[in-house]
């Protein structure tokens, strides 16, 4: 499972930014997400979203073995993550993302939490 | 059971609060517009914004046929319509 | 402090200091945030000063909902006394800011004295930079925040004004989010007047709150109950533009400088119209799932505006007289570039059309230009003029009331204001309790603090009795959601239910303060912004609550509400009613008793010493 954006419904309203840090860190905090808006300054009222595609190549990739499939989703092990951030410069969608005051890289799990919330259901969930 | 002759009514916002219900059914009396919709469900037709039919917005004198879903949407309500 | 940032952000233009002070949990607990902050800032802290001076502070303002899980936690407030009415005012802006405000660690920014040369604001977490404003000054609103943006990253929330804040017009507002203003009560000015360009902030902080698990529950509640509202799509497809055609159909469209409430052309400018015509796309303010604001697109003119919401095409389509929708949205774009409040602009304008058309003013006070109603050059050329303050627009720069005064002729009595602020979007001599909400309103004649007009239909339009206790309640719930941060809009269009509101905030604050207990503090500030002007216009009171002679003496001429008007004596009962379900005086004073009742004691003491109260 792995969550689809259809970014030209997107209303830029970071809800699934706010239920993502909720959900990854119990904190109201939408810059500790794993899936990121952006509004797009030279075609206003449009977003780019980024979110993990859940392609694995973070689990390819990384030197410490950190990354495994857990439940369909790629996830990473806070306890082997050594902070290389390789798996951030090469995520192909840019959705491997470090919050503010924490080290390890947060990426979608696929709790489908955003998708739950998306007002428009910009966000689905798809196999 | 809705009858043969008959609509589902959905009010948006405050609208249920007039009728006393978020959702009903309601015979029609031939073929009424729908205004008197609203009005035969308590609801005054100016305090209606918009009408929608199936999903599609419609004009106040627009007619829905047997079968048809209305949904009356609410004025700018700023609140309770009744009482203090 | 939960829901709380925790410190204000202290801003000394004239001697570029720059310092933060912790929030008074006592602040907190009796003021919120948002409005209730800046009242109590300005009522402290501007006291005697000229709008337009170096003593006036300009509060910027989030409260603790704002940047919160819950729907539409996005309202930052702009406060200062008024350019425009010398009184307490602010205004209200949705989009990103109050959200990143509370990221940024801060709870409100409040700026002081006047830089000597164009400024911004820079602000990321706790970097914050007084910086040059130099090659930014002259820019359009919209303008400098795209370039901002460019400069410092998507990420920068900005709010920014134009020229008519540069050149001081007393009702140019503020801009953020590309196309959002804080519109009313000319915030834009004070900052053009602070030479305050810009602002701009980013935060990567948490909002701590009390209960987090009680937050999730219940927010998670409000947001799918609104998605699986079958209305929900009305307000993606037409946004707040789906209200001209019903405000036209009960007679309440302002036509004409406000000559009737019914406009012919509403085909021509409606949601239908607007949709097909001119849509784009939906944007939404922070964690809103109503997303009201529509982008549009002029083809005609290549220019993207968001908007027009329901009051620019109020102001701009009926009350000019334009039925064409993409007019409307240019002269949209063309204010929001200038920094002109949309609201005051097409009142003001309107005004200047109908004062044409009478021969009160001709080509020779114009300077050469026909002021026509239904003519969207004439708008444009009068809005440049008016934020330039070139020519004619340097008198209409000061708003309806001083400019019917200059001009004479009996065109004050359809100078359409009340303190000094040109009247908002509803025509209401169909409509005792919303005329009294406009005569009441303490900014001014705006809409936002009691939005009456539903009830004036359902109790019945002639009637009188009941609408003022009406009022009061209105006037202490729809501002209490401008002191917590967050947009009323999912409670009013949506139905949310207020109890969720009122579950909401002890589970985000931790404070024990009931519903009962939260009203109470804006009745609190009502009555504090009420002081204020007392304190700070001589003579104050019941004469400034009147509405202009038009709408006592004149009849509707057509539409649904034809031969309505409001006698003096029906707006004397309403006021009578009024200020003693307020525990006003018949001169619509607050009482010491009152003060002192809603823990304004120390303000009873102070007016009692300048023999302002009893």
């Given amino acids: ?127 | 059971m809705a009858s043969s002759n008959s609509v589902v009514v959905k009010l948006g916002g405050t609208l249920a609060e007039l009728a006393g219900t978020k959702q009903l059914c309601v015979e029609l009396p031939g073929e009424p517009t729908l205004a008197e919709v609203a009005a035969l469900v308590g609801v005054a037709p100016n305090l209606v914004m918009l009408y929608a039919v199936n999903g599609t917005l419609r004009a106040a004198d627009y007619r829905p046929s047997p079968g048809d879903e209305v949904l009356l949407i609410p004025a700018v309500a700023g609140g309770q319509l009744t009482g203090r | 402090m939960n829901g709380y940032a925790g410190k204000i952000l202290r801003v000394d233009l004239s001697t570029g200091k720059t310092w933060t002070e912790p929030v008074d949990p006592k602040l907190a607990r009796e003021y919120l945030g948002g409005r209730g902050f800046a009242a109590r800032l300005i009522y402290d802290e501007v006291k005697g000063a000229e709008a337009l001076g170096p003593d006036n502070r300009l509060v910027l303002a989030s409260g603790p909902f704002a940047g919160v899980f819950l729907p539409a936690g996005a309202k930052a407030t702009f406060a200062a006394k008024s350019s425009a009415t010398g009184l307490y005012g602010d205004a209200n802006v949705g989009g990103h800011l109050a959200a990143e405000l509370k990221y940024a660690g801060y709870d409100a920014i409040v700026f002081q004295g006047s830089a000597d040369r164009p400024v911004y604001l820079f602000v990321d977490d706790e970097t914050v930079q007084i910086r040059d404003a130099s090659r930014l000054w002259g820019k359009g609103a919209i303008e400098a925040e795209v370039a901002l943006k460019d400069e410092l990253g998507e990420d920068y929330q900005i709010a920014t004004i134009g020229p008519a804040g540069e050149n001081l017009v007393k009702y140019a507002c503020v801009g953020h989010d590309i196309g959002r203003q804080a519109g009313r009560t000319g915030a834009g000015a004070v900052m053009g007047s602070k030479r305050l360009k810009a602002i701009a902030v980013r935060g990567s902080q948490t909002v701590p709150v009390a209960d987090i698990e009680a937050l999730r529950r219940i927010s998670k509640e409000m947001f799918l109950k609104v998605k699986a509202d079958p209305g929900l799509q009305v307000w993606h497809d037409y946004g707040l533009g789906s209200v001209c055609s019903w405000a036209n159909s009960i007679g309440a469209f302002p036509t004409r400088n406000f000559s009737s409430g019914y406009f012919e052309g509403i085909d021509g400018i409606d949601h239908h119209a607007m949709r097909e015509r001119i849509i784009v796309g939906s944007k939404a303010c922070f964690g809103c799932p109503m997303a009201c604001g529509k982008f549009s697109r002029v083809k005609e003119r290549g220019v993207w505006v968001e908007g027009p919401e329901y009051e620019t095409t109020a102001l701009i389509g009926g009350n000019c007289a334009l039925n064409r929708i993409e007019d409307v949205a240019y002269a949209n774009y063309v204010c929001d570039e200038l920094g002109l409040d949309t609201i005051s602009a097409g009142n003001v304008i309107g005004f200047a059309m109908e004062c044409f058309q009478r021969g009160v003013i001709d080509e020779r006070t114009t300077g050469g230009l026909a002021v026509r109603f239904g003519d969207v050059e004439a708008f444009v050329t009068l809005a440049n003029r008016i934020a330039r303050r070139e020519g004619i627009g340097d008198l209409l720069a000061d708003g309806v009331k001083q400019t019917a005064a200059v001009w004479g002729k009996g065109s004050e009595s359809y100078a359409i204001q009340v303190k000094g602020l040109e009247w908002s979007g509803y025509e209401s001599r169909g409509a005792p309790a919303m005329m009294l909400a406009y005569m009441t309103a303490d900014i001014g004649a705006h809409h936002n603090r009691a939005w009456a007009i539903t009830y004036d239909i359902a109790q019945g339009r002639e009637k009188v009795e009941g609408k003022a206790a009406k009022v009061i309640d209105l006037q202490h719930v729809r501002p209490l959601f401008d002191c917590l941060g967050a947009c009323r809009l999912p409670w009013v269009e949506m139905g949310l239910d207020l109890k969720y509101y009122a579950e909401l905030f002890p589970a985000v604050t931790g404070l024990d303060l009931s519903w009962e207990d939260l009203l109470q503090v804006s009745e609190r500030v009502y009555n504090l912004t009420r002081a204020y002007a007392v304190r700070e216009v001589p003579g104050f009171g019941r004469s400034h609550d009147y509405p202009p002679e038009r709408f006592i003496s004149e009849p509707v001429p057509d539409g649904a509400t034809a031969g309505s008007r409001i006698p003096r004596d029906t707006l004397d009962a309403l006021l009578d009613d009024y200020y003693g379900l307020r525990g006003w005086d018949k001169t619509g004073r607050p009482t010491g008793v009152t003060l002192r009742r809603l823990g304004l004691g120390d303000v009873a003491e102070e007016l009692a010493a300048r023999g302002l109260v009893e």
């Fill in chain 1, 1 to 127: 499972m792995r969550v689809d954006a259809t970014a030209s419904r997107c209303t830029g309203c970071k809800l699934c930014q706010l239920a993502c840090a909720l959900h990854q860190f119990g904190e109201n905090n939408p810059k500790k997400t794993a899936i990121l808006i952006t509004s797009d300054l030279l075609n206003t009222g449009h977003y780019r979203v980024a979110v993990c595609d859940q392609c694995g190549l973070c689990e390819e990739l990384c030197p410490a073995g950190a990354v495994s499939k857990v439940d369909g989703a790629y996830v990473v092990d806070p306890e082997e993550c050594t902070y290389c951030y390789i798996c951030v410069n090469e995520c192909p969608q840019g959705a491997m993302l470090v919050p503010s005051g924490k080290h390890t890289p947060v990426k979608c799990i696929s709790c489908g939490d955003c998708v739950e919330l998306c007002p428009t259901s910009a966000l689905a969930m798809v196999e």
